[in-house]
């Protein structure tokens, strides 16, 4: 599926069927992934990475900015080398413009995470 980089300028992220967040895409190549209020507010809410925990087990937020690449632990979830190439010819988008590949890919990411537009 091809996507137009003028058109989508943010993905829901939903973990377990649940939307728990949005990652914006911010003017030039500059993102944010921002939580749902509802998913901050609740107190047995599902584990989206032990990367977003703080010291004293509390959920980090709000995130930060990041340009160019997306946030790290979104990023992470993609391939790399020759199936990043591979994968993103064939979506017809560019291996290093990860927001796009983000949004192809994002029906089968690992784990309980899907990403849409």
Do not use: C, W
Request: hydrophobic share 40%; aromatic share 10%.
């Amino acid at each position: 599926m091809k996507y137009d980089p003028k058109t989508i300028n943010a993905l829901a992220v939903h973990l377990h069927k649940r939307r728990i967040g949005v990652i914006n895409r911010l003017g030039g190549d500059g993102f944010l992934f921002s939580f749902e209020q509802d998913y901050i507010d609740d107190s047995n809410r599902p584990t989206l990475s032990l990367s977003f925990k703080g010291q004293a087990g509390g959920l980090v937020y709000p995130t930060r900015a990041v340009a160019a690449r997306l946030p790290v632990f979104f990023s992470n979830l993609l391939p790399e080398g020759h199936l990043r190439e591979y994968l993103a010819t064939h979506a017809g988008v560019k291996p290093r413009r990860e927001f796009f590949l983000l949004a192809v890919l994002g029906e089968d990411l690992p784990g309980a995470l899907t990403v849409a537009p």
